[in-house]
């Protein structure tokens, strides 16, 4: 005669795992259908905030940088006035030229020749370069007191290209020939910059 299986007729170590059993299951659907998922989930929303904080704190940098580069640029845009105050206006060039032949004279120098050359784009891009060609004759003190006062214009006046000819000896003085460049600038009128697309 078969024996009747009951929960009354099973060990006790038997009705704990019945009794258990289905729980561990509810538990285990619960962890791998929904715990483990959102957990993925959270971590990949994790990883968005952290981009998202490592975003702000970059803005936030750039913001308080922001100041000070607005300070900066103020005191360069003023410095770029204060050198453009430096460079003739193209219809003072012919004024600032006689000022330098000028100064030249009054230094006890001889003009030999005063060539002006056309103006040409220096390689700043920004300026035009306007040489003029000179030869003068004069002692060494004379040229040096030129050369001296060219550094009390309110103008930059660059001399380039020197040549130093043979000394000669004239009423007890030594007398150079002296040729060089005298060059001025002026700023490229606005209108006539190229666009670089950047404003």
Do not use: C
């Not at 994790?46 to 702000?56: H, Y």
């Not at 750039?62 to 050198?83: D, F, M, P, T, Y």
């Amino acid at each position: 005669m078969a024996a009747k299986l009951t929960l009354k007729n099973l060990p006790v170590w038997a009705k704990g795992i019945i009794s258990v059993l289905p729980g561990l299951i509810i538990a285990l659907l619960v962890v791998f259908l929904l715990i483990m998922p959102k957990q993925e989930e959270i971590k990949a929303l994790d990883k968005k905030i952290d981009t998202q904080i490592n975003k702000i704190a970059e803005a936030e940098t750039k913001a308080a940088r922001l100041e000070v580069l607005k300070q900066e640029n103020q005191i360069l845009k003023a410095r770029l006035e204060e050198l453009k105050q430096q460079l003739p206006e193209e219809k003072e060039i012919s004024d600032l030229l006689k000022q330098v032949s000028d100064n030249g004279i009054a230094s006890g120098l001889e003009i030999q020749s005063w060539k002006p050359g056309q103006r040409t784009s220096h390689a700043s891009g920004i300026v035009y370069e306007i040489p003029v060609s000179v030869n003068v004759s004069g002692t060494y003190h004379n040229f040096g007191y030129f050369l001296g006062s060219l550094t009390r214009l309110d103008r930059i006046v660059n001399i380039k290209n020197m040549f130093l000819g043979t000394p000669t000896k004239e009423k007890g003085s030594v007398i150079l020939k002296v040729q060089f460049t005298a060059a001025t600038f002026t700023a490229i009128p606005e209108e006539e910059l190229p666009q670089t697309g950047a404003q």
